[in-house]
């Protein structure tokens, strides 16, 4: 972790009159086991932009809500912001981070899912958001011309695809977000960016992952996930939300390591050419 991040952690840590535990290994977000005056334990998550209270705040609402459905989300104390960074507080949960996905454990985590399809009380025009989100990358990242008409193309069958807007997002569903014990799921974390749209895309985001990491992920697992994603996504919502994910990723990529992300979509678009 970046010794600034350190100190952004320090000065929520003595803000709140917590106690450090111990730094979890990075992640998007990065993360700490702190403790209370009580003596009770809370994951604490810290970043270097306040303006993302709002959809933490959002996030954290939609783990509620399906929380008290019986679903392995984590509860929620508080999201606040400073001048410099959002940060939230939640409980831990058990388990160990899914490393290799079974048979099982995917026919779990298609369920947990299709849990989502629950009406939030909130909504997003999801498909207006992510077309533009999408061909914004599309315009933004340089890429080969044969993976551009790809990815225009499955945006153009997208275009007038009948999305969801109000069912829940977790928004970085996939096994590494998982938590087990033993053949069971017992938590699903990193709630962060989740909100109103079309649950569909957790369940697009979970094959995705299990397929671009097929060294993670049995066979039949594999088979599972993909058919229930093919059962629940007409073409044209499978296309524009895979073109998405895609672009998704090389934007991140490009962001970090830019003379990788063509190489990347290339073989994204390749390995999934027969979603599109």
């Given at each position: 972790m970046p010794a600034d991040q350190h100190h952004h952690f320090d000065q929520v840590i003595s803000m709140l009159r917590l106690r450090l535990v111990r730094h979890f290994a990075d992640g998007v977000f990065g993360a700490a086991l702190v403790s209370d005056s009580r003596g009770q334990e809370w994951v604490l998550k810290v970043q270097p932009r306040?303006?993302?209270?709002?959809?933490?705040?959002?996030?954290a609402e939609m783990a509620a809500l399906l929380h008290a459905t019986g679903y392995p989300s984590p509860r929620y104390r508080d999201v606040g912001r400073t001048d410099q960074v959002v940060w939230s507080l939640?409980?831990?949960?058990p388990g160990t981070v899914v490393g290799h996905v079974t048979e099982p454990i995917?026919?779990?985590l298609v369920t947990l899912a299709r849990r989502h399809a629950t009406d939030c009380g909130q909504s997003r025009p999801w498909r207006d958001d992510?077309?533009?989100s999408a061909r914004g990358w599309l315009a933004d990242i340089p890429l080969d011309g044969p993976d551009v008409a790809v990815l225009e193309l499955a945006l153009d069958r997208g275009a007038q695809a009948e999305l969801l807007e109000t069912t829940i997002?977790?928004?970085?569903?996939h096994h590494h977000n998982a938590l087990t014990d033993g053949d069971g799921i017992v938590g699903v974390f990193d709630w962060d960016l989740a909100g109103p749209g079309d649950w569909r895309f957790d369940l697009v985001m979970l094959a995705f992952g299990c397929s671009i990491q097929a060294d993670s992920c049995d066979p039949e697992a594999l088979d599972h996930i993909t058919t229930a994603m093919r059962n629940e996504c007409p073409h044209d919502v499978l296309a524009l939300m895979t073109a998405c994910q895609i672009l998704r990723i090389a934007s991140m990529t490009?962001?970090?390591k830019p003379a990788r992300a063509p190489a990347i979509v290339s073989?994204?678009?390749k390995a999934l050419a027969s979603w599109l």
């Open positions: 306040p303006e993302l209270e709002t959809k933490w705040t959002t996030g939640q409980e831990p949960l995917a026919t779990q992510a077309i533009r997002v977790h928004g970085d569903f490009f962001a970090r073989q994204l678009t």
